[in-house]
């Protein structure tokens, strides 16, 4: 069983979800103070002090009481003005961690001591993370070993133009979602139990549905990385597929996000961002992929088994001789 301070929870704006240099609205004014009575079977030893942060935007205290057997949690959280300004974001980022570490724990059926939230792990989440880890790294394999038909032969030309800018936004995505993956608690089992708690089953339900789809992103734009630099022939198709799977992603999310009346504060907002951001995205990307000369005398590369490759210095291949145009003027 787990205990989380769900209130404090439910204000605080998440810095993943933000600008990365902000401001971050906060809901202003509010004041929140929340304890949890926690009836333990005998004395119980807690793993934490009280903990205090005060600044110009935000104050939160944490205080532990014992008293024999009965434990109370007290938690407050008051905000003193409408947003984090940006020069304190980086600050922010580590408050919210140590402030999320204090919120969530974790009462073992046996024992004596209580678990914080850092240390409890949800093992359904991690087995479903290991399980598309290894689907994924099966299909990169199959993937990875096909070959399109290109009319423009080796070498082709470098890696240059807008090519360069759809390159980050591929590099930037598995760092982001990440980041989110590891600071949202998909792997917390106090946030689980919490889930349980206020939505059941189809709220936990939905938890494993975004860390799956997150996971999924996230290798198939390391996968990309991987043949963008290599300026493999299958990249143009590979962004294709994976531009419509993760809008098909967000929108499956959003059909069932609809139907829960449980949600976090902010969910279904964050939700319809990312659904109309993934549409233009990939829309704008895919035209290009598309119309553009220079991704066609880019993308060139075909697959080369490892001894083939190693063999390729010692023979020597005839090719039809072909004039690149210059994809500058054509793009």
């Not at 089953?201 to 549905?209: N, S, V």
């Not at 659904?275 to 992929?289: D, E, H």
Request: glycine share 8%; net charge negative.
């Amino acid at each position: 069983m787990g205990t989380y301070a769900h209130a404090i929870y439910d204000q605080l704006p998440n810095p993943a979800t933000s600008y990365k240099n902000g401001p971050l609205a906060l809901s202003y004014p509010q004041s929140i103070h929340q304890v949890i009575e926690l009836h333990m079977p005998g004395k119980w030893t807690f793993p934490n002090d009280s903990y205090e942060i005060s600044n110009e935007s935000y104050r939160f205290t944490f205080k532990v009481i014992e008293r024999d057997s009965v434990i109370l949690l007290d938690y407050t959280f008051k905000t003193i003005k409408d947003c984090i300004d940006e020069t304190a974001m980086t600050r922010y980022k580590e408050d919210y961690t140590k402030i999320i570490s204090l919120l969530e724990y974790t009462l073992p059926e046996s024992g004596t001591s209580l678990t914080s939230g850092e240390g409890s792990v949800n093992w359904i989440a991690v087995i479903l993370g290991l399980v598309i880890a290894i689907g994924l790294f099966l299909l990169f394999r199959k993937y990875n070993a096909s070959s399109d038909e290109t009319r423009w032969f080796q070498p082709g030309i470098k890696l240059g133009g807008w090519v360069i800018v759809l390159g980050i936004t591929i590099l930037l995505q598995p760092i982001v979602n990440l980041y989110s993956l590891f600071s949202d608690n998909y792997f917390s089992l106090s946030g689980w139990e919490y889930l349980g708690s206020i939505g059941g089953g189809r709220l936990q339900g939905i938890l494993l549905m975004e860390e799956a789809g997150m996971l999924i992103i996230i290798g198939m734009t390391c996968a990309l990385c991987y043949w963008f630099m290599k300026r493999r022939d299958i990249f143009p198709r590979m962004f294709i597929i994976y531009a419509v799977a993760k809008f098909s992603i967000v929108l499956l999310l959003s059909f069932c996000y609809a139907g829960t009346s449980s949600l976090p504060d902010g969910v279904q907002t964050t939700n319809f961002k990312a659904l109309y951001q993934s549409f233009f995205y990939g829309l704008i990307w895919i035209t290009y992929l598309k119309r553009s000369e220079r991704v066609k005398q880019t993308f060139t590369y075909p697959y080369i088994p490892h001894k083939e490759a190693d063999n390729e210095g010692e023979s020597e291949v005839e090719s039809e001789d072909v004039t690149l145009q210059d994809p500058d003027k054509t793009e």
